[in-house]
Structures are given as structure tokens and as C-alpha cells.
């Protein structure tokens, strides 16, 4: 058994720190200054899911813990920022319900892979999907007008509906790879 104190499952565990940090910052006026420290939160955050996942394939240190972490852990980044971006007249209620929905259903997926002795990782429609969201809730969570970005709040929008998308896609893919599981377990 691997170690579980692993550079990148403590960059996993940091990513799950630094949340409440962004939800308080959203949670308050969002002037300039508040809302380029929530962005520079969710940023480095969503960065350390790209890095732990490049150091544990490089430093051979590829864990269960990290494959059951890793996934947690951008779901609850996603999560925490679209749900506050709901009363910030950012993002429809509609959209994070589906996204949660999704998350929800893929943890159950897992849960009940791992009850086989099976480890579901993230695939890469899950990634692709994954990326899509970190794009999108950054240009919502970046300051308006602090940049000329023109349509920086529409673009983060058409990304995070090409998630949705995504998310159901993804959904229904790991739903058909573990068909199997549905059958031995009902």
C-alpha cells in the first residue's frame, strides 16, 4: 500500500482548505478588491487539480485515497462557487441543480464501484467537463471591468452551459461503462 501523505493528496487537501476561504469572499460586497482575492482563491485551487494530478502520475504517486479525493475535491471547489454565485445574479439556480445533481449520482456511481472493489478515477469527459467549469466560474467569479474582457460574464456562461452539457454526457457515460454493476448488484 502507497503512502497517503503524498505531495500531490496534500495539494488535494489544500484545495479542500482554501473553499471556505472563497465562500466567505463571496459572500461579501464584492468590490474589486474582494472579488480578485475570491478569484485568486478558486484560481490557485483549481490549478492544484491540475498539479496534483501531474505529480502523482510523475513522482509515481498515484494513491486510492488520491483517486477518491482528487474528484471530491474539484466537486466541492465547483459546488461551493456556483452555489454563490446564485444570489450574486450570476449564475441560474437551474444550472448549479443540475451540476449538483450530477456530482451527487457520479459519487454514488463510485460509491457503489468501490463496494465491487472496483476504483473509478475521473475519465477525461470528466475532466474535459471539469475544465470547462473552473473557465466558466472564473470569468463569473473575475471582477467585472477590471480587464476589457467584453462579454466576460456572457463567456463565462456559454462555458459553464457547455458543462452542463458535458455533465450530463459524462453522466450517462460512466452510467453505461458500469452497466454491469447495476445488473450483479439489483
Known sequence: MKHLM?????LTGLRIAMIPFMVILLMKEQTICIALFAWSIF???????????????KLNAVTVLGKFMDPLADKLLVTAALLMLIPLDRVPA????IIITREIFITGIRGLAASTGMVMAADNLGKIKSNFQYYGVGFLIFPLNLLPIPYQYEIGMILIYISVVLSVWSAVNYTYKLRDIFVETS
Open 43 to 57: 484560481t490557485l485551487a483549481a490549478l492544484t487539480d491540475w498539479l496534483d494530478g501531474y505529480l502523482a502520475r
Open 94 to 97: 437551474w444550472v448549479c441543480l
Open 6 to 10: 503524498t505531495l500531490p493528496n496534500i
